[in-house]
C-alpha cells in the first residue's frame, strides 16, 4: 500500500510540473491510475478544471457572441459590393465603347486588373490582418473601395453637380436642364474620353485593391468568431458570396444603361448614373462596416494550439509541399479559364449576333446555379 500511494504522488507531481513548464494556451493531460483515466485541461487563464472522461464535451467551451451573424452578412455584403466594378462593362460593352472611345481590348483592362492586383495582395493579408486586425482591415478594404468608385466616377461626374443635387444625381435626374454626364457639351470629346477612362482604369485599381483584404479573411473570420462546427458552413457562405457579388456586377448595370442606346449624350449620362450608384453602395458598406463591425469577442473560441512561425519561414513551408501545387495549379486553371471568359462574354456574343446584353441573363442563372 505503501508503495501505490508513493506511486500515485509521483505520477500528480509530473503532472504539476508539465502545467508549470508548459506555455501553451490548452493543456490537456491525461492520468492513469489503477485503471481511471481522469483528463486535466487548463485555460489562458491558467486555472485548473479537471473532468472525467464521461462529461460533455461542450460544456468546457467559452460561450459564442450571437453577434458573429451580423459580423458574417456584413462582410458578405462587402464582398458582393466589392464585385460590382469587375465585370461592371462586359453587359454594356457597346454603350462602353462609344461613351469611352476606346477598343475592346482596352475595356478588357478593367477585368484582368482585379487578378493582377489580387495575387501580390494576397501574400499581404495575413501580415496586414495580424497587425490591424479584422475590422480595421475590413474598414480599410471599403474604403479601398470608395475611393476606387469615386475615382471611376471622374472629374465630370463628381463636379458636375452642386451638393445640394448629390441625391439626384445618384438618381440622374436632371438638375438645371442637364443631367451629370462622363461627357461634358461644349468640351473636345475626344479629350474628354481619354481623360475618362484614365480615371476609370485608376478608379478600377483601387476597387482591386481592396478585394483581397475581404475574400481571403474567411478562414480568420471563422476562426475568430465561431465554433468549428461552424466554420465550414461560415466558408461556404463566404465563398458564395464571390460567384452572387460576380453575377450582380452583371446584372446591375443593365438596370441603368439601355442596351439598345446610341445617342453618346443619353449613353454617357446612364454610365455616370450606374457610376454614381456603385459609389453611393460602397460608401453605405464603408460606414456600415466602420460603424457595426467589431473586433473578435473577449471569450477565446476554441482552437488548435498553433506553434508561432515568420512569415517568411511559413511561406517556405508550404511552397515545398506536394499538395499544395497539385491543388492550387488545379484551382488556377479553373479560374483563369473562367476569368477569361467572363472578361470577353460580352463581345463574344457580339460576335455571334447575340446582344452584350445576354450576359446579365446568364450571370442570373450562375447565381442561382451557385446558390442551389
Known amino acids: 500500500l505503501a508503495q501505490i500511494h508513493a506511486g500515485r504522488q509521483t505520477r500528480m507531481a509530473v503532472v504539476s510540473s508539465s502545467f508549470a513548464a508548459t506555455p501553451s494556451s490548452l493543456l490537456t493531460t491525461v492520468v492513469r491510475f489503477d485503471g481511471e483515466s481522469t483528463a486535466v485541461s487548463r485555460w489562458d487563464t491558467g486555472k485548473q478544471h479537471p473532468t472525467n472522461g464521461s462529461a460533455d464535451k461542450h460544456s468546457a467551451l467559452p460561450a459564442l457572441s450571437p453577434r458573429r451573424w451580423i459580423m458574417l452578412a456584413i462582410l458578405s455584403t462587402n464582398i458582393c459590393v466589392?464585385?460590382?466594378?469587375?465585370?461592371?462593362?462586359?453587359?454594356?460593352?457597346?454603350?462602353?465603347l462609344m461613351v469611352y472611345g476606346t477598343r475592346e481590348a482596352s475595356m478588357?483592362?478593367?477585368?484582368?486588373?482585379?487578378?493582377?492586383?489580387?495575387?501580390?495582395?494576397?501574400?499581404?493579408?495575413?501580415?496586414?490582418?495580424?497587425?490591424?486586425?479584422?475590422?480595421?482591415?475590413?474598414?480599410?478594404?471599403?474604403?479601398?473601395?470608395?475611393?476606387?468608385?469615386?475615382?471611376?466616377?471622374?472629374?465630370?461626374v463628381l463636379g458636375g453637380f452642386p451638393q445640394s443635387d448629390l441625391q439626384k444625381a445618384f438618381l440622374g435626374i436632371e438638375q438645371d436642364g442637364n443631367a451629370v454626364s462622363v461627357l461634358l457639351p461644349g468640351m473636345d470629346p475626344v479629350?474628354?474620353?481619354?481623360?475618362?477612362?484614365?480615371?476609370?482604369?485608376?478608379?478600377?485599381?483601387?476597387?482591386?485593391?481592396?478585394?483581397?483584404?475581404?475574400?481571403?479573411?474567411?478562414?480568420?473570420?471563422?476562426?475568430?468568431?465561431?465554433?468549428?462546427?461552424?466554420?465550414?458552413?461560415?466558408?461556404m457562405v463566404l465563398s458564395l458570396m464571390n460567384f452572387l457579388g460576380a453575377s450582380c456586377s452583371f446584372m446591375i448595370p443593365t438596370m441603368f444603361v439601355e442596351i439598345q442606346e446610341e445617342s453618346m449624350h443619353t449613353a454617357s449620362t446612364q454610365v455616370a448614373s450606374l457610376l454614381l450608384a456603385q459609389l453611393g453602395l460602397a460608401m453605405a458598406c464603408c460606414i456600415l462596416t466602420v460603424i457595426f463591425f467589431q473586433a473578435s469577442p473577449l471569450?477565446?473560441?476554441?482552437?488548435?494550439?498553433?506553434?508561432?512561425?515568420?512569415?517568411?519561414?511559413?511561406?517556405?513551408?508550404?511552397?515545398?509541399?506536394?499538395?499544395?501545387w497539385l491543388v492550387n495549379m488545379q484551382f488556377a486553371f479553373y479560374v483563369g479559364v473562367c476569368n477569361a471568359f467572363d472578361a470577353i462574354e460580352g463581345s463574344l456574343l457580339e460576335r455571334y449576333e447575340y446582344s452584350a446584353a445576354l450576359s446579365s441573363r446568364t450571370a442570373i442563372s450562375c447565381a442561382l446555379a451557385a446558390v442551389l
Open 108 to 156: 478588357d483592362i478593367l477585368c484582368i486588373l482585379y487578378a493582377l492586383v489580387y495575387v501580390p495582395c494576397a501574400f499581404l493579408t495575413g501580415p496586414v490582418v495580424g497587425a490591424i486586425g479584422l475590422c480595421n482591415t475590413f474598414a480599410m478594404a471599403m474604403l479601398l473601395t470608395c475611393v476606387g468608385c469615386a475615382i471611376r466616377c471622374g472629374p465630370n
Open 191 to 235: 479629350r474628354q474620353q481619354a481623360i475618362s477612362f484614365r480615371w476609370l482604369v485608376v478608379g478600377q485599381a483601387f476597387c482591386a485593391l481592396g478585394q483581397p483584404f475581404l475574400v481571403n479573411t474567411t478562414s480568420q473570420v471563422g476562426a475568430e468568431w465561431f465554433h468549428p462546427n461552424e466554420r465550414p458552413a461560415v466558408a
Open 82 to 96: 466589392n464585385y460590382l466594378p469587375y465585370y461592371c462593362f462586359v453587359p454594356i460593352l457597346p454603350q462602353g
Open 299 to 324: 471569450t477565446k473560441v476554441p482552437t488548435a494550439h498553433r506553434a508561432q512561425v515568420s512569415f517568411r519561414e511559413e511561406v517556405r513551408r508550404f511552397l515545398g509541399l506536394r499538395d499544395f
